[in-house]
Each structure stands twice: as structure tokens, then as C-alpha cells.
């Protein structure tokens, strides 16, 4: 079984900061797909990176896929409350292998 | 396209009373899943579904049962409900768009059994 690790899993901070949270394994993937969930709601596809070194925008927020394909990380750019959400990242495979999730609060 | 719907919205069982999660998508997608979602967790997936007729055990599929006679329709069965049955409950259907492959959710059902 793949397993994706996430980290950190809780992280609180004040509105125009910058953040960056990781998704690691020990196994290769061939691709790799970002979801944010905001309360209430169910998870939400942002990207899905495909290419080792791979680096996709959306707006404020960069995702990496690693080089080795193994790991990607998110980074958010002058976070804001709406920002506020679960992030998780999911494997390709069937069943879709989902990380624990970092859970976000940007705080006005 | 609805996408991915799921009712009820809430419900509250008594200790040992069942009842089913209904879960539907008109996306013509094959693949669909029940995952549950414990306060402040990620998800679990408890059954999946590669086609209709076709189902197969998750990570936590104790406690559940599900069906799946036509593609569209995924139903989830408690039938001895367990208070540590209290989740949040999300269907979701898995389709490409635009050569992507997607994980579709729906808004969730939210049980609490007492």
C-alpha cells in the first residue's frame, strides 16, 4: 500500500503570510493531485501534477512535484481567510490513496 | 450535470437502527467510493466500486455493506448503527475531464448515532 504523509497537519496563521505544506512517500508516483476541502464541504480537485520537477500555479498558490516523483509541497503566497480549508494530496490509483491532510486556518 | 449527490444531509440513529446513505451520479463514471470522515481527520475509504455489479473493500469496511446494480446509483447500508459510526459520510465518483482524472465528491452526509 502507498502511503502519503503530510505535514504539518495543523497550521494556524495571520492573513499575508506565507506557507508551505508537504506531501512525502516512499514510493514513486506517477502523478499526484492536490484537493482542498472547506468546512462543510466535500474535497475540491485543485491541480494534478504529472512530471517529476513539474511546477503548476493557480493564482496564489505553487504546487512542486518532486524530481524524483515521491513527494510535492504547496505553497500559498499572502494567504487569506478564504484560503481556510483541509488540504490533501491523493495518489493515482484505485482506490485514490489520500494523505491525512494539513488542516489551515488563516486568521484576519 | 448534477454531479455527485448524496442524501440524507443529517441524520440521527438510535443504537442498533439501520439505514441506508444514498449516493447518486449522473456523470456515467464507473468508478465510485464511500469514504468517511471522522472530526478533524482525513478521509477513509470504506468501499469502492470499479462498475456496476462490481465492489470491493476499503480500509474500514466493518460495520457497512453496499450495492452497486446500476452506474449510476451506489448505495451504503449501516445495519447495526454504532456510535462510533458518528462521521461524516462523502460518495464520490472518479471520471476524466479534459484528459485529467478527477475525483468528483458530493456534500456529504453528517450522522450521529446516540
Known amino acids: 500500500t502507498q502511503l502519503l504523509e503530510q505535514s504539518p497537519q495543523f497550521l494556524s496563521i495571520q492573513e499575508g503570510e506565507n506557507l508551505t505544506v508537504y506531501c512525502n512517500s516512499s514510493s514513486v508516483f506517477s502523478s499526484l493531485q492536490w484537493y482542498r476541502q472547506e468546512p462543510g464541504e466535500g474535497p475540491v480537485l485543485l491541480v494534478t501534477v504529472v512530471t517529476g520537477g513539474e511546477v503548476k500555479k493557480l493564482k496564489r498558490l505553487t504546487f512542486q512535484f518532486g524530481d524524483a516523483r515521491k513527494d510535492s509541497s504547496l505553497h500559498i503566497t499572502a494567504a487569506q481567510p478564504g484560503d481556510t480549508g483541509l488540504y490533501l494530496c491523493?495518489?493515482?490509483?484505485?482506490?485514490?490513496?489520500f494523505g491525512k491532510g494539513t488542516r489551515l486556518s488563516v486568521i484576519a | 450535470n448534477a454531479g455527485v449527490t448524496q442524501t440524507p444531509k443529517f441524520r440521527i440513529l438510535k443504537i442498533g437502527q439501520s439505514m441506508t446513505l444514498q449516493c447518486t451520479q449522473d456523470m456515467n463514471h464507473n468508478y465510485m467510493y464511500w469514504y468517511r470522515q471522522d472530526p478533524g481527520m482525513g478521509l477513509k475509504l470504506i468501499y469502492y466500486?470499479?462498475?456496476?455489479?462490481?465492489?470491493d473493500k476499503g480500509e474500514v469496511p466493518n460495520g457497512y455493506n453496499v450495492s452497486r446494480s446500476t452506474t449510476e446509483d451506489f448505495p451504503l447500508r449501516l445495519e447495526l448503527a454504532a456510535p462510533s459510526q458518528t462521521s461524516v459520510y462523502f460518495c464520490a465518483s472518479r471520471g476524466r475531464i479534459s484528459g485529467e482524472e478527477t475525483q468528483y465528491f458530493g456534500p456529504g452526509t453528517r450522522l450521529l448515532v446516540l
Open positions: 466500486s470499479v462498475g456496476a455489479g462490481i465492489t
Open positions: 491523493a495518489g493515482p490509483n484505485t482506490p485514490l490513496v
